[in-house]
């Protein structure tokens, strides 16, 4: 069964940092790309950052750009998202998802095939 779980989120103060993970089963990290991305109510999901298969090229939405930093741990299954000096602004619910195609930029939503459920980040003033 493919299936994508993260975990890590919470509430942190405005500069403070969180890691979120997203462990995978059902499919290898070899053969999919990752993404992140997260919502706000009212507001459009919105890629955050990406991590391709194989050579695992990173790329990060342009506001998160030098303050996130994503990585993987292929034995482990697990992608990370390291968010440092968060703001108000990054407070959301946060995804990771899946695609079989190769990208090469921070994706949007509908390229995504398998989503996890969420989690919730909350940067306080």
């Known amino acids: 069964q493919v299936q994508l779980v993260e975990s890590g989120g919470g509430m942190v103060q405005h500069g403070g940092s969180l890691t979120l993970s997203c462990v995978v089963s059902?499919?290898?990290?070899?053969?999919?790309?990752i993404g992140w991305f997260r919502q706000s109510p009212g507001k459009a999901r919105e890629g955050v950052s990406l991590?391709?298969?194989?050579?695992?090229?990173?790329y990060y939405a342009d506001f998160v750009e030098g303050r996130f930093t994503l990585s993987r741990d292929n034995a482990r299954r697990t992608v990370y998202l390291q968010m440092n000096s968060l703001k108000p602004e990054d407070t959301g619910t946060y995804y990771c998802?899946?695609?079989?195609?190769?990208?090469?930029?921070?994706?949007?939503?509908?390229?995504?095939?398998?989503w996890g459920k969420g989690i919730l980040v909350t940067v306080s003033s």
């Open positions: 991590i391709n298969a194989g050579d695992g090229d990173t």
């Open positions: 059902g499919f290898s990290l070899d053969d999919s790309d």
């Open positions: 998802a899946a695609t079989g195609f190769r990208l090469v930029a921070v994706p949007t939503a509908d390229l995504m095939d398998v």
